[in-house]
């Protein structure tokens, strides 16, 4: 059973109250009853057994049985930076990403992207990754939400410094250090940030943006892999090397 994320302000007096849309998706897809249990997350890290106590059409509402807190993030902070991809390979990236800790996904325009996000929809796509990372988190039974923000240029990405952090572009046919040797900061506070490009691979222009915003080029051998498949590589050397796989 995954575990779902909730606000905390739907609990009171130790009852949980869920209502839509999340109510639709435990009754009609997972056909919980009466008298089951089911697992709950609130944005303060904090995880709930709940036994289901009244279900109705309008809301579930059941009774905290065990309150357990997250330890305390003892790891860097993953963010990627993920060319938008073409057919279902930003969606299958996304999913994969969330399910392997990434704790926000930038969906880049770059010069070799192929589609583009419409101006008019832009909200309405960020929302669906959105809901795909939210699903994927539940799965994986992570402790946080990740964050699917607002799609923008690689160029702006990579102007965008974050302080103290480990920023890597991942790379083909360009020289760069092994993802496997890069230095990995330890501290809890600390983050890392991976650009991963088209399949087309990124242009000139943007790995010379990319360098000049303190960007490391990464590469992880002579393999030349999908997009999708390249995120999932390298997000998993990345959590194996931080102790989070293997």
């Not at 089911?38 to 303060?44: S, Y």
Request: glycine share 8%.
């Amino acid at each position: 059973m995954p575990v779902f994320f909730i606000s905390a302000e739907q609990i009171r007096n130790g009852t949980l109250t869920i209502s839509e849309p999340l109510l639709t998706h435990l009754r009609s897809s997972l056909r919980i009853q009466v008298g089951e249990t089911i697992r709950v997350t609130d944005e303060h890290r904090r995880r709930y057994l709940v036994e289901v106590s009244h279900l109705d059409r309008r809301e579930l509402k059941g009774r905290i049985l065990e309150e357990q807190v997250a330890p305390a993030p003892n790891r860097p902070r993953i963010s990627l930076g993920q060319a938008i991809l073409k057919g279902d390979g930003m969606d299958w990236a996304v999913q994969k990403a969330s399910e392997l800790g990434a704790a926000s996904v930038t969906p880049l325009v770059t010069n070799h992207t192929v589609v583009r996000p419409n101006p008019s929809r832009q909200g309405t796509q960020q929302s669906r990754w959105q809901r795909i990372a939210t699903e994927a988190a539940q799965q994986s039974e992570q402790w946080e939400v990740p964050q699917v923000l607002a799609s923008c240029v690689a160029g702006d990405f990579f102007k965008r410094p974050v302080e103290g952090a480990l920023n890597l572009i991942l790379t083909e046919r360009y020289p760069g250090q092994s993802l496997a040797s890069v230095v990995m900061p330890q501290k809890a506070g600390a983050s890392i940030r991976i650009a991963v490009g088209p399949e087309g691979g990124w242009t000139q222009e943007e790995l010379e943006q990319a360098v000049n915003g303190g960007f490391v080029p990464i590469s992880m051998g002579e393999r030349i892999l999908r997009g999708e498949t390249a995120t999932i590589a390298a997000l998993s050397i990345l959590q194996s090397r931080l102790g989070e796989l293997g």
